[in-house]
């Protein structure tokens, strides 16, 4: 009987597959990845290994090309408490009094003008009783301002001790910011709130990660701080954002690797092999160590070359972030060529070297303290231990888009662990999906997207509260609307809607694209240019307090116009990831928007990792046009871009252009 319904249910779901073949693949893509991600689930009978259906509102738009198939489990195990849901079902008890309190209050500062008075999308965010909230805050949407209102309402109104709320922001610089505007926001609430307390609840995610590593990992020394002059050991900020190894870093990478190459023959081969040079010599006669050779390297999808120790390091970051253990990698299982498998033997058996070099100093790397942490909050120990930090029981995040699946799986096992204790958890992210820039470090806004999967609520739905803030404060309408015309090529994004506030004047406008530009045979044009808007801005009423905005993709072009700028003009100029949070007037975009070459080592790791459904290439495309929007959304009421072909984001908005005079 029993093997008759289950013919009989073959048969059905191989007649769906044939009628609905597309949807079939998702469902069936879903399913496998939320069963990689809760193993136990595979154990649980049928009905309570569902998928937890997500909100249409959190949907991708359309998935791009699906990433094969890995076969593989995760390399770390998300707490075991995210299977039964993390959150809830309790909501945060708010009352009516307190919600009529804080209006009040809030009244009374916009009338002094210390806030602007919040929209009522930005109120449902401030007064929201879910424990587990998503959302999507577009390009000006005044989601730093909420963000600020949001946690005032917490400490003041429904007397959360700040020792129980911590609020993540994406670097120390904007972190400074958020606790600036925090303790001046909370000094008009004038109540008795330690304000030096209040600033600690403001962290990046590193720092927050080092403050459960003092507690459970003695005190590590940083290897991503060697000299680097007055790091605080605690206040760790993003490395996303860093710049080049030191040459304290360099030196250890380079030692590692002499050390390996001296002693292994299987990593001396390797390394031959990646370099093009003949077999290493193994006759067994050398009186002293073999010499690593120091050749540049440049992997498949790498801009650069560099020597071997720069490029493993290079990959490992990526690798760590995006949640793959490197001792646990199978290369054999990796889809790719031969190249990029040898790459990635020679790089576990020089990262093995590298650690234990580590280890006898004392350092420790900024991933490897994740993993160990998240391995720990997994265990049974943690379950019992009183050093898990109340700080992070009730977090609010901003910038969430930028996270990675290593991020992820730490907050997972962090929030797991406190929740398993009976702590009571919220969780609060706030982020933009068309904002996400660090795809390339290994963040992905399909986590962002895919949120419920990760951070589910209790209950049979397991769903978060999502909630959306459509307002543009910042940009004119035709900035907004050239913004969103390149995100038209996106394949994954939500899909949704914003409208301006600030009405267009005469002289304003969207994006000017001028093509066929010659940075250095135009240069002096584009300083006119420059001057020019510099005075417009002067004469404009109103206008922002940054005048000019010069942003463009690399460094190099930057220096060439800042070298020519009067330092009088009120100009700034940013790389398009450096620009992101800030405005200006006017902003003017200096670039080619080349398209990235292909990444094979990096497409094999993503759908290794099992945690996406998209290429890297894919993801890449994506993201130069995810960047282009941030380039633009800076403006406020005109947009100029120079490049010297149209192509990526700039043919799409000349494609724009064109519809629009049809
Ligand atoms: N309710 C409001 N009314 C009027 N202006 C507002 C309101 N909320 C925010 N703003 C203004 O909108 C601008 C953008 O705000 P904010 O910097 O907080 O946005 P954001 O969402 O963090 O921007 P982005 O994500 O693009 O960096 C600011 O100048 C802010 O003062």
Redesign the pocket.
Known sequence: MLSAVKRYKRLVSSALARCFPRTSAYVRSEDDLILRRWPEARKQPAATAKKPRAKAAAKPARAGKAAPRSPDKPRVRPAKATSDGIYGPARLSIGEQQIQAMRLRVGRAVEAGVI????NE?WAMILEASPVTRIF??????????LVLRVVFMLCHLEIPPERLTVISFTNASCAELREQLVRVLGFWNLDVDTERVRQCVRTFHAAMAVLAREVLGKPQWFEQLEQKGASPTELDNPLTASRLRPAQQRLLKQAYQQCYAEQPRFRERVHQLLGLPAPDETGTRRTAPKAPLDAFKLAGERTPAPLFEAFHAQAGFIESIGIRIDQIQPARLACQETERAFVEALQLFWRCFSELLDSQGLMTFNGAFQRLTQWLNSPEAAASPALPEPFSHLLIDEFQDISPQIVQWLQALHGALAHQGAPVSLMAIG?DW?SIYGWRGSSPELFMDFDKYFPAKGTKKLSRVLM?T?N??SIEPVIRDGESVLAGVCVKQEKTSQA?RATQPGDHGVKLVTRFDLKARLPDLISEIQAQCEHVAAREGADRNAVLVLSRRNDPLRLIEAQLDRKWPVKTYSIHRA????AEVAIIVDDCLPSEPHPLRNALYAYCGFFRNSYDQAMADESLRLAYVAI?RGVSRVLWYTQKAQGATRLLTERAKAKHR
């Open positions: 602007r008075a919040p929209s930005q805050a577009g390009a000006g949407s005044g989601k730093s301002t909420t933009d904002q803030l307002t404060y910042r506030s992101k949070g800030l405005q959304t």
